[in-house]
């Protein structure tokens, strides 16, 4: 089991940045590929980014490629996502997710343990 808590949402204006953080409990964290995925209102679940279990391949969703990245520390079993020039359409509540399959997937079906999300709101 693996219970997963971010934090480091918030309200900026666009062009800022943000740092989330998603703090799991749980032995076999350095095991799991982890990614974060977000939801604005009235639409679906999206993809964000992922990491393996040993943070050696990340992947990005084209809208916020070169603007996150995301980064793990096995040791303080955290997952963070540092999002810069961040933008309106950026506004979305994020989810951090843990998956067994260690590489990190794309599909959130993939993932097998879900946080209940920080909200992230960027002013025009």
């Known amino acids: 089991q693996v219970q997963l ?3 480091g949402g918030g309200l900026v ?3 800022g940045s943000l740092r989330l953080s998603c703090a799991a ?8 590929g982890m990614g974060w995925f977000r939801q604005a209102p009235g639409k679906e679940r999206e993809f ?3 990491i393996s279990w040993s943070g050696g391949s990340t992947y990005y969703a ?3 490629k070169g603007r996150f990245t995301i980064s793990r ?5 955290t997952v ?6 961040l933008k309106p359409e ?4 994020y989810y951090c997710a843990a998956a067994r399959a260690g590489w990190g997937p794309r599909n959130g079906y993939d993932y097998d343990y879900w946080g209940q999300g920080t909200q992230v709101t960027v002013s025009s």
């Open 13 to 15: 204006q666009a062009g």
């Open 90 to 93: 950026d506004t979305a509540v």
């Open 48 to 50: 964000v980014a992922a």
């Open 62 to 64: 084209d809208s916020v």
């Open 73 to 77: 520390d096995n040791a303080k079993n």
């Open 5 to 7: 808590v971010e934090s």
């Open 25 to 32: 409990s749980g032995r076999t964290f350095s095991s799991y």
């Open 80 to 85: 963070y996502l540092r999002m810069n020039s």
